[in-house]
């Protein structure tokens, strides 16, 4: 689990990292990003970390490796856009994040949340159908974000608190008994 612990500290470090800036500098929708890119990768520390160490329910084979190392890529991408110029990776890539842009933020958090339910699928970790629907619903949440932003500039702040508090309900649901 080494591999998966490495990256997921990175990650986590520089979430963190961001959340905090985003706190200082008190503009509204980088705060709401990197609250949501923090709430992202807490998730997925804390519940990689109990399915495959704690309750050994998930044998951490090459191919959620690979689903891993690309959702690290996307989250990092996440990063640089929240940060284009002073990131974690000390990387100075303002082209990147003028490219990705907000958009692309939300955009790069749908395509990881769609993996990460691909990631759940190949553990064998969905039971039923209420939980993969609760989870493809973060996926379009993000999704549907990217596309606000893009394409209807004015509600994309409304569309935005709905899907952070989608978002919230759905880690809701999951501290919840599944019996």
């Known amino acids: 689990m080494t591999f998966y612990n490495v990256i997921s500290a990175l990650l986590f470090v520089g979430a963190f990292r961001e959340f905090v800036?985003?706190?200082?500098?008190?503009?509204?929708?980088?705060?709401?990003?990197?609250?949501?890119?923090a709430l992202v990768v807490v998730n997925d520390m804390l519940s990689t970390s109990s399915l495959v160490e704690a309750e050994k329910l998930v044998t951490y084979d090459q191919?959620?490796?690979?689903?891993?190392?690309?959702?690290?890529?996307?989250?990092?991408f996440a990063l640089i856009v929240l940060n284009p110029?002073?990131?974690?990776?000390?990387?100075?890539?303002?082209?990147?994040?003028?490219?990705?842009?907000e958009a692309g933020f939300w955009a790069l958090l749908g395509v990881y949340w769609l993996l990460l339910i691909h990631w759940t699928f190949r553990a064998k970790l969905f039971e039923g159908i209420g939980r993969p629907l609760l989870?493809?619903?973060?996926?379009?949440?993000?999704?549907?974000?990217?596309?606000?932003?893009?394409?209807w500039s004015e509600g994309a702040e409304v569309i935005q608190f709905i899907v952070i508090a989608y978002v919230l309900f759905y880690f809701g649901t999951r501290l919840l008994p599944s019996h």
């Open 21 to 37: 800036l985003a706190m200082e500098s008190c503009t509204a929708a980088r705060m709401v990003m990197a609250s949501c890119l």
């Open 63 to 76: 191919s959620l490796m690979m689903i891993d190392l690309l959702n690290f890529m996307l989250l990092a």
């Open 85 to 101: 110029e002073d990131n974690l990776f000390n990387a100075k890539v303002p082209r990147i994040g003028a490219a990705l842009s």
């Open 135 to 151: 989870s493809l619903g973060v996926a379009l949440g993000f999704i549907i974000q990217a596309l606000a932003v893009t394409y």
